[in-house]
T-cell receptor, first 110, second 115 residues
């Protein structure tokens, strides 16, 4: 699996968009970008995933650069409940495991 | 709510003991995964079962074993427990089909404390 690089932490103001970057410069053509988050010791929560195209769902948007070497997760209107550790993971679609790195600790402030 | 259930929520036991953690996957999911999250190791993949058969193994100790039953629920057995086994144990499930993306959904976890 390709390795990912994320900032250790970031702050965001409540109601503003949170843009979480992820570098995955060694990603292979058949590897997807997945995002999960973990809110204080709860089970990791699936957010979104994509291969090449930008994706949007009710939780977030995923922007993948054309060369696929980096991506950005966008939380459009951050709330205090979005405070969590966010993990960017690249994997082949049906790979048996998820390899979690250290992630980005996002703190949303009122 | 992911639809994955785990019991018990908390477990406190002593060194040398044996415990069983239980996981029920989402309706329709055939694959179950077990992960361990300790303070110094992050989330580590332990083992995967698909439709009752072991499919993949990760960093699972020999003292640990798992199985998946015909009704697709899974149990993780931890024996000869040591202080270092204290951790959060998460179960995840997915449809399990190949050839396409297969998203894993996690349960709320079991917090194991070994005293």
């Amino acid at each position: 699996d390709a390795k990912t690089t994320q900032p250790t932490s970031m702050d965001c103001a409540e109601g503003r968009a949170a843009n979480l970057p992820c570098n995955h410069s060694t990603i292979s053509g058949n590897e997807y970008v997945y995002w999960y988050r973990q809110i204080h010791s709860q089970g990791p929560q699936y957010i979104i995933h994509g291969l090449k195209n930008n994706e949007t769902n009710e939780m977030a948007s995923l922007i993948i650069t054309e060369d696929r070497k980096s991506s950005t997760l966008i939380l459009p209107h951050a709330t205090l409940r979005d405070t969590a550790v966010y993990y960017c993971i690249v994997r082949v679609g049906n790979d048996y495991k998820l390899s979690f790195g250290a992630g980005t600790t996002v703190t949303v402030r009122a | 709510d992911s639809g994955v259930t785990q019991t018990p929520k908390h477990l406190i036991t002593a060194t040398g003991q044996r415990v069983t953690l239980r996981c029920s996957p989402r309706s329709g999911d055939l694959s179950v995964y077990w992960y361990q999250q300790s303070l110094d190791q992050g989330l580590q993949f332990l083992i995967q079962y698909y439709n009752g058969e072991e499919r993949a193994k990760g960093n699972i100790l020999e003292r640990f074993s798992a199985q998946q039953f015909p009704d697709l629920h899974s149990e993780l057995n931890l024996s000869s427990l040591e202080l270092g086994d204290s951790a959060l144990y998460f179960c995840a499930s997915s449809v399990g089909h190949s050839g396409s993306t297969d998203t894993q959904y996690f349960g709320p976890g079991t917090r194991l404390t070994v005293l």
